[in-house]
Antibody, heavy 115, light 107 residues
């Protein structure tokens, strides 16, 4: 099982980024997927989740209307489109597989929000 | 939303010690609770789900117990690789909130 995140980097407040998570080693379309953020020296927060088929989705309150989670089951890839970025959105973003819980995590991609 | 708390926030222990971490939920969550270990610079790793079920490949020195609102993670004999931060997570609701973490340090 492998999850590889990409797309992180530096964005200005109000800017946008699109994160990707490339999956391999398992049948991607059979699992719900999660994005989890870890702010610098902080704990963990679920940002968004998506079902196996792509609908339904769920967002944390602070991310609703700004972030969009989606998936391409043909290409085994998970996405997180982030718009209206805020300073507090900074952190490491992990994608993770939901099986019994968050059974497997990628290594994360770093998002920095600064002017 | 369901709030999760953990105690202690930091724990100093020696190799071979028995260690217990407590996690409390602000509302009843049955046994919908998981525990994760995170080593510095690494992604979290699932240890236990459904409060007491050991995840695949996790050493048997780890165990979990509890239901409702109070849960514990126990490491029966601390090993050098166990010095890390441990998080509980409720998954009774979609928000799947995590506790703030317990850092296990070398005494």
């Amino acid at each position: 099982v492998q999850l590889v995140e990409s797309g992180g980097g530096l964005a200005q407040p109000g800017g946008s980024l699109r994160l990707s998570c490339s999956a391999s080693g398992f049948t991607f379309r059979n699992y719900a997927m999660y994005w989890v953020r870890q702010a610098p020296e902080k704990g963990l927060q679920v940002v968004a989740t998506i079902s196996k088929s792509g609908d339904p989705t769920f967002y944390a309150d602070s991310e609703r209307d700004r972030f969009t989670i989606s998936r391409d089951n043909s290409n085994d890839t998970l996405f997180l489109q982030m718009t209206g970025l805020r300073i507090e959105d900074a952190g490491i973003y992990y994608c993770a597989i939901w099986n019994y819980a968050l059974d497997f995590w990628g290594q994360g991609t770093l998002v920095t929000v600064s002017s | 939303d369901i709030q999760m708390t953990q105690s202690p926030s930091t724990l100093s222990a020696s190799v071979g010690d028995r260690v217990t971490i407590t996690c409390r939920a602000s509302h009843y969550i049955n046994t919908w609770l998981a525990w994760y270990q995170q080593r510095p610079g690494k992604a979290p790793n699932l240890l236990i789900h459904k409060a007491s079920t050991l995840a695949s490949g996790v050493p048997s020195r780890f165990s979990g117990s509890g239901s409702g609102t109070e849960f514990t993670l126990t490491i029966s004999s601390l090993q050098p690789e166990d010095f890390a931060t441990y998080y509980c997570q409720q998954y009774d609701t979609q928000s799947c909130t995590f506790g703030p973490g317990t850092k296990v340090e070398i005494k």
